[in-house]
Structures are given as structure tokens and as C-alpha cells.
């Protein structure tokens, strides 16, 4: 990643959210930039977000458009950080409520042996079940992964030039 940065309106753009929509998910804590000093103080400075962030941003975009509340997207949230960089290779089940298509869960599934065992718990319970499909991240990952690469090098950084890398001493070269 280094020092390579997507603005607000990128990232808005590249997960197809509004960009209120993301600000509003960074102030309440949905969205927990990993850091905090890619925000330079004054007026008409943005947030800055690196791959890791904007994976998180369009996941939460994804099921957001899937129907999951925020009080869920949170808890997913929390559970994908934990995985780290790995949460790529992990599934979301969308769980439906008994009665309509809305989602009353979601379910990270890590292994096969994960979607079995929540199959097998769905089936003791009566008027649950799986919505769709589990959400595979791996191509959202991919896509964000490539979009990222894209837009990142043509993002200037403030006090620098596009193409130009800062060195320790904050010269460039």
C-alpha cells in the first residue's frame, strides 16, 4: 500500500455510495480508517483512504444494498477486522427473516465446514433461511484491488506532485 491514498469522492465513487453516505460512516464509526493521520488539518482537506479501507467501504456498501441494517454491518464489521488481511477469503451468509425477504443476519463463513453447520442450525429452526448465495469477498477484494491500483497513483498527495515519492527527509525524488 505505502503512501498510496484514494480521496472521499474516489472511494464514494469506486463502492457507488453517496459521498454524505460515507462521511456519515466514518463520523459514526462504520467505517474505521486504519489511519487516522491521512486526514491533513484545514480547509478543503480530505480523508484519505488506503486498499484496506476501501475493501471495507464496498463490503459494507454490498450488504448495505443487500438489505442489511447498521447495527449488523457493525458486528460484520468488527468480525472482518478481526480476520485481518485474510477476511478476502471469508463468506457472508445473509440470513432471512421468517416472514419476507429481509435480512435478519449475517453469518461469516470461514471454511465449508462453517456453511454446514449454519445450513444444519437453519433447518432446526423453522422459517429461516439463507437469502441468497453466501457473498463471496474474494471478487469484491478483486475489484477494489485493480480499481484501487488505477486511481491511487493519480492521486496527488497534498505537498507533492503526482509520480513523485516522498523520502524520509520529505524531499522528493
Known sequence: MGDNFVSTPQAAKIADVAER??????????????SESNVAPGVGNHRRFDLHDLMSICVVA?????????RRLRRVQNELAILGDDFASARLALIGEPQGDE??????LRRVSDE????????????????????????IARRVRRTFAKVAGAVPVR???P???ATASGATG
Open 21 to 34: 453516505t460515507l462521511a456519515w460512516w466514518v463520523s459514526t464509526g462504520l467505517i474505521k480508517p486504519s
Open 163 to 165: 509520480g513523485r515519492k
Open 116 to 139: 454446514k453447520r449454519l445450513l444444519m442450525s437453519l433447518m432446526k429452526q423453522p422459517g429461516q433461511a439463507m437469502l441468497v448465495e453466501p457473498l463471496e469477498l474474494k471478487p
Open 159 to 161: 505537498g507533492r506532485k
Open 62 to 70: 454490498e450488504l448495505r444494498n443487500q438489505g442489511v441494517g447498521v
Open 103 to 108: 435480512v435478519a443476519d449475517v453469518a461469516i
